[in-house]
């Protein structure tokens, strides 16, 4: 077989990371799907992670670390850690900013942050396109089972553009966003994708069956996990904002973060192209990998406002619990940040109703992001349990209606400067 060739040849000369023969492992992955592919491969990968993860003094290299993370990607279901983390190689993509395993906050510099952010995205979203693309026009024998028809081909285009078209716009390419011409917004789309030398997104594709759908539902959760990065950074800026009584940064970055959620909409209706057929098939082996372990989700949600104890003990939590640490060590809340801003009169009058506009509006798109993934889900999976070892959406039902904070249920009023309570969000 061409990988046991390949891998033995690079074994047994320099062992480079450089040269590893990534080719020749996706391609027998993307043969079977990573549920199926044989212990002899990865039984030979897991021979070459030993070699590579030696410890010495020194740092790894990019290459080395490329290598080492690619392979505890691949070997997840070997190891038996087989997770949502894992699944969507979040590891691999280095997701800017939010996400543990991204390179950490903004460090002051949102633009930069928020630059990396929409390049990724656009990418993700470029690459589920081409994709499509290259299936339609039989150009790919990847993932061959389930081909949907043109129209939902062209649908998929027309959503995917829509999706990605703020990003382009904050990027400067707003003529892609508008092309009337598909096939040439397409181009611009891919033109963003992450460079030869930068293969995360080609590496980061490892699905676990050959569905075709299966290709555009990792890309998309990938760009849901690309967003909540993005929000989680938003959100502490947030919280240091109030802390340092600073109303109009504090509500331009809530603002931003409520675009950013609600501009994301058409990736919900993107994930809706999907036919459930399909997605019950390859679904059946991702069990064990759940959004319920989104480290970014729960990041967020805990931003917001401090999880009340049964929430923070329940399996939505236990499932994330380096958050769950975070929460119980003290981590600061926009919730709290509010209310001591107004209690030590750090805002006052004008300010606290610029904060509290802002919070609310961004309030109500996250409970709206909850209903739509709660119809979506449904709709696919209906009365099927979760993954992750979750109830599915009788979960998901019982939890989109969580407030996102209780520090703004009531609007204020011009120049109350006090902090409102009671009542429910708008």
């Given at each position: 077989m061409r990988f046991v060739r390949e891998l033995t040849s690079w074994l047994s000369g320099a062992a480079d990371p450089d040269d590893f023969p990534y080719s020749a492992v996706l391609a027998e992955y993307h043969r079977v799907g990573k549920h199926f592919v044989e212990k002899e491969l990865l039984a030979l990968l897991d021979q070459i992670r030993a070699q590579v993860t030696v410890p010495t003094a020194d740092p790894p290299g990019p290459a080395v670390q490329l290598l080492r993370d690619f392979l505890d990607v691949a070997l997840d279901k070997w190891d038996g850690r087989y997770d949502y983390r894992s699944y969507l190689a979040l590891r691999l993509l280095r997701l800017p900013c939010g996400e543990d395993e991204g390179p950490g906050e903004d460090d002051g510099h949102p633009d930069r942050a928020r630059r990396d952010r929409d390049r990724l995205l656009v990418g993700l979203v470029a690459d589920a396109l081409a994709f499509e693309l290259a299936a339609a026009s039989d150009a790919t024998d990847l993932l061959p089972e389930d081909r949907p028809d043109r129209e939902v081909v062209a649908k998929?285009?027309?959503?995917?553009?829509?999706?990605?078209?703020?990003?382009?716009?904050?990027?400067?390419?707003?003529?892609?966003?508008?092309?009337?011409?598909?096939a040439a917004v397409l181009r611009d789309l891919a033109a963003e994708r992450a460079p030869a030398g930068e293969p995360a997104l080609w590496l980061s594709m490892l699905p676990v069956y050959v569905s075709h759908d299966e290709y555009l539902f990792i890309r998309v959760l990938q760009s849901y996990e690309c967003l909540f990065a993005g929000l989680v950074d938003e959100l502490r800026a947030t919280i240091a904002a109030l802390a340092a009584g600073r109303a109009r940064p504090a509500a331009d970055r809530l603002a931003y973060a409520r675009e950013q959620l609600t501009a994301a909409g058409p990736l919900f209706s993107l994930l809706a192209t999907m036919q459930p057929t399909a997605f019950r098939t390859f679904r059946q082996y991702t069990d064990g990998a759940s959004a319920i372990q989104s480290r970014s989700y729960k990041l967020m949600e805990s931003l917001c406002r401090t999880p009340e104890g049964t929430r923070l003990e329940s399996p939505a939590y236990q499932q994330v619990p380096e958050v769950r640490d975070r929460v119980h060590a003290g981590q600061p809340s926009i919730d709290e940040a509010f209310r001591a801003a107004v209690r030590d009169s750090l805002l006052t009058g004008a300010d606290v109703d610029l904060v509290a506009r802002a919070m609310r509006a961004f309030a109500a798109a996250v409970l709206q992001w909850r209903r739509t993934h709660h119809r979506l889900a449904t709709r696919m999976l209906g009365s099927r349990p979760g993954t992750g070892y979750t109830e599915g959406t009788p979960y998901l039902a019982t939890v989109r209606s969580i407030p996102v904070f209780t520090a703004v249920t009531h609007d204020p009023g011009p120049s109350s400067g006090t902090a409102p309570t009671g009542g429910s969000p708008e």
């Open positions: 998929r285009h027309r959503l995917g553009v829509r999706a990605a078209s703020p990003a382009l716009v904050r990027l400067g390419l707003a003529g892609a966003a508008h092309d009337p011409e598909p």
